[in-house]
């Protein structure tokens, strides 16, 4: 088993940044990948970034060059820097982390971008 704990959520007004931070703690293996996604209320959940444990790196469209995903190998910590918040950006994230043929999640922390 594999429990994912995520911190850095909150409320900010746009053009503000935030940066959220996942650690992993259980049965990793070293071969991984971790990422976030989101949720919006009304909406699916959707891809935001992700990171191999070669940081070969994966982003949404609508997040390019506002989100860099970055990694802690020796801590199995993955972060998300957020800058240029935009009240689209509002959901509920959540981080993921996909290891030995299965994917595990966070419990979701809530990002709120006021306009």
């Known amino acids: 088993q594999v429990q994912l704990v995520e911190s850095g959520g909150g409320l900010v007004q746009a053009g503000g940044s935030l940066r959220l931070s996942c650690a992993a703690s259980?049965?990793?293996?070293?071969?991984?990948?971790m990422g976030w996604y989101r949720q919006a209320p009304g909406k699916l959940r959707e891809l935001v970034a992700i990171?191999?444990?070669?940081?070969?790196?994966n982003y949404a469209d609508s997040v390019k060059g506002r989100f860099t995903i970055s990694r802690d190998n020796a801590k199995n910590t993955v972060f998300l820097q957020m800058n240029n918040l935009k009240p689209e950006d509002t959901a509920v994230y959540y981080c993921?982390?996909?290891?030995?043929?299965?994917?595990?999640w966070g419990q979701g922390t809530q990002v709120t971008v006021s306009s």
């Open positions: 993921a982390i996909y290891t030995g043929g299965h994917d595990y």
């Open positions: 259980g049965r990793i293996f070293s071969i991984n990948t």
């Open positions: 990171i191999a444990s070669g940081s070969s790196t």
